[in-house]
Nanobody
Framework: QVQLVESGGGSVQAGGSLRLSCAAS??????MGWFRQAPEKERERVAIITRYRTIVYADSVKGRFIASRDNAKNTLYLQMNSLKPEDTAMYYC????????????WGQGTQVTVSS
């Protein structure tokens, strides 16, 4: 039901910044979040926007990443600052229809590569 279109990935040197975007369509009420997965590692939560509009960040990105949502455009953003090589991963946006706690829909992923 939900379609997610991601953009903004790329390559950047350590200390640089990138902003990811994810446009969602095909739903009326949805919670969204960002996840990432590095090669040979488990997928991890990066930032989740809850039904109460609070944002929960992974400890590894606190103070560096900022997630936001434009409700009018129904677009999710992830501003990534002070990037580190360990941030290198495929980044995914995901949607939880009804905000019940299950992220059932996923974007195609966008690659972020941080060089040292």
């Amino acid at each position: 039901q939900v379609q997610l279109v991601e953009s903004g990935g790329g390559s950047v040197q350590a200390g640089g910044s990138l902003r990811l975007s994810c446009a969602a369509s095909g739903y009326t009420y949805v919670c969204m979040g960002w996840f990432r997965q590095a090669p040979e590692k488990e997928r991890e939560r990066v930032a989740i926007i809850t039904r109460y509009r609070t944002i929960v960040y992974a400890d590894s990105v606190k103070g560096r990443f900022i997630a936001s949502r434009d409700n009018a455009k129904n677009t999710l953003y992830l501003q990534m600052n002070s990037l580190k090589p360990e941030d290198t991963a495929m980044y995914y946006c995901a949607a939880d229809i009804g905000c019940f706690g299950n992220f059932n829909y996923w974007g195609q992923g966008t690659q972020v590569t941080v060089s040292s």
